[in-house]
């Protein structure tokens, strides 16, 4: 994954470039998926705002808001001595309040661990 910054006249944000496997041989299910990242509009699920050319080769890559911990299993390994029992049960809720939100739109995570 590589990393760029987007400025706007109005605010500045970096994003991620997450590389779409196989692209140069785009298919339904590549498309469906795209599409339900689209579809997925909530506050506690990582913004997708499309999809551009790779900076190198061929391949396309999603554009997504930059996480600046990266994911949560990185942010846990990197701050689990200093967070407090709160702050755990806080990531728990919070994590259940976007699943429960996604699974209300009748979508599945499928990529879900930690």
């Not at 496997?21 to 599409?35: M, T």
């Not at 997925?40 to 900076?55: D, S």
């Not at 949560?72 to 990531?91: A, E």
Request: hydrophobic fraction near 40%.
């Amino acid at each position: 994954m590589s990393l760029a910054s987007i400025v706007s006249n109005q605010l500045s944000f970096k994003v991620a470039l997450k590389a779409i496997n196989d692209s140069d041989n785009i298919n339904d299910h590549i498309l469906n998926e795209l599409k339900i990242h689209h579809q997925c509009r909530n506050p506690r699920v990582v913004p997708f705002y499309g999809i551009t050319k790779a900076p190198k080769g061929n391949e396309y890559a999603m554009v997504i808001r930059h996480a600046k911990h990266g994911d949560l299993r990185n942010y846990i390994c990197d701050f689990f001595p200093k967070l407090t029992w709160t702050d755990r049960v806080k990531i728990l809720i919070e994590l259940s309040k976007a699943l429960n939100s996604i699974h209300q739109m009748n979508l599945l995570h499928k990529d879900f661990h930690c």
